[in-house]
């Protein structure tokens, strides 16, 4: 019987309003919102947070599509997220939308004093024009012996995620800005909780396996830089961008200082001046820093919490660490498709059996 009462539930509940909470509204939080109100429009979306745009990691970051390897998570996860986040982003940059969201197209070079174990990486065929560097393209960087060239997506983060708010609201979509001290606060106001709280999950739900890694960067006036250079095994880059180029940067592992230190910005100026000669002497228009909300593995994961009989439907999507531009689209869409697994346990069915 109560088998059968769980599967009309399905049909019942499938065209019926579900409250879903989404914690969280920087760049994953925003995007995962945003994909449930395109996509399961019979749902009532309310994004919580803390922090919103200008105030998230994602406002530090470059955004540019390059993928960061997450070494626990499965390569053809890795690179179907990428996929889907660059067909839906290129689609952005090739539409009248492209101004206003931020995204554009930026072609460069990715350069290496060693040849990399993986000369053409999972990600080369999905990026344009993917191949490596000729050696007059090296001439211009003495000191490295490998490179590969390729032109890729960059979301101006400034815009982009405004851009995404915007369009949730649109989609009647919710923001209340406020910390979530304990989940179960939700419980009875919310069917279903997305939890998208970045380095947040560690507070709010005990994971100690996400952790910072500090990255300062600078933003320079250089309107003469069109490429972007990137020396991956020195964590330095050079991205040029609407409010200025980004020079970068800095990996410091369990680092939780959001000040700016200015002997950092002095060696980040330094390194990429060793890149790119033209920026000697640069003006600098501001100094950022970001915390990369890391992990071994992107945690996309659902957990029903059970407290007294009650039931709290969870949704895990964090730990995004230095790439989450990279593949937000795709991992707003994973944890969609286990928000519509979901539905059939909206009722307390599934802790009272269990107990
Ligand atoms: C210097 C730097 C450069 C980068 N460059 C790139 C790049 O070029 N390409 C790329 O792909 N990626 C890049 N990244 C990585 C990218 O920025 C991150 O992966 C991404 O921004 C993470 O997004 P998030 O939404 O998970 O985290 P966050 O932006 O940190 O969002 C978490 C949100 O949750 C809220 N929150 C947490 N706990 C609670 C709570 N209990 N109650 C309410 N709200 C809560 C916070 O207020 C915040 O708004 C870079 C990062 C840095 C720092
Ligand atoms: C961002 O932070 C600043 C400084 O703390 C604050 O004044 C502003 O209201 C914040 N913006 C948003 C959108 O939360
Ligand atoms: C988010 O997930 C983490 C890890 O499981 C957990 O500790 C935290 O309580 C969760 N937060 C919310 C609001 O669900």
């Known amino acids: 019987m ?11 509940r499938s065209t019926q309003n ?5 914690i969280g509204g ?30 998230t990691t994602g406002d530090v970051a470059a955004g540019s599509l390059i993928p960061h390897t997450y070494p626990d998570t499965p390569l053809h996860h890795q690179k179907d997220w990428f996929k889907e986040t660059f067909d839906y982003l290129f689609k952005i940059a090739n539409s009248p939308e492209a101004a206003v969201a931020g995204v554009s197209l930026i072609s460069g070079w990715q350069v290496f004093k060693m040849p990399p174990k993986d000369a053409f990486p999972f990600w080369g065929s999905v990026v344009l024009g993917f191949r490596l560097m000729t050696e007059a ?9 490998f490179g590969q060239a390729f032109t890729t997506l960059k979301c101006q983060s400034s815009l982009y995620l405004p851009w995404m708010e915007k369009r949730f609201k649109m989609n009647g979509g919710h923001i209340e800005t406020r910390k979530v001290h304990d989940i179960w606060e939700l419980h009875g106001s919310y069917d279903v909780v997305m939890n998208c709280t970045g380095l947040g999950a560690r507070d709010l739900i005990g994971d100690m396996t996400v952790f910072p890694v500090r990255g300062q960067v600078l933003e320079v006036h250089a309107p003469w830089l ?8 020195g964590s330095t880059y050079i991205y040029p961008g609407q409010d200025g180029v980004t020079l970068g940067g800095t990996r410091e592992v369990d680092d939780w200082s ?14 990429c001046s060793n890149l790119e000669p033209s920026l000697h002497g ?17 945690r996309i994961e659902q957990e029903i919490l059970c407290k007294n009989k009650q039931q709290l439907p ?7 660490g230095g790439g989450g531009f990279s593949v937000h689209r795709g991992t707003a869409k994973a944890a969609t498709e286990l928000l519509v697994k979901l539905i059939p346990f909206k009722t307390d069915f599934y802790c009272k059996s269990k107990l």
């Open 137 to 145: 393209e090296l001439a211009k960087f003495p000191s490295y012996t």
């Open 314 to 320: 969870t949704i895990h999507n964090y730990g995004h």
């Open 258 to 271: 959001l000040l700016p230190v200015a002997q950092t910005s002095k060696e980040i100026i330094h390194r």
């Open 226 to 233: 069109k490429h972007f250079i990137r020396d991956v095994d």
């Open 282 to 298: 640069v003006a600098v228009i501001k100094e950022k820093v970001g915390l990369r909300p890391t992990r071994a593995a992107v």
């Open 18 to 22: 579900m409250r879903v909470a989404v």
């Open 2 to 12: 109560g088998h059968h009462s769980a599967k009309s539930d399905l049909i019942g």
């Open 26 to 55: 920087g760049l994953v939080g925003l995007s995962t919102a945003l994909y449930i109100t395109e996509s399961l429009p019979q749902c009532t979306v309310t994004v919580i947070s803390e922090k919103f745009s200008p105030n």
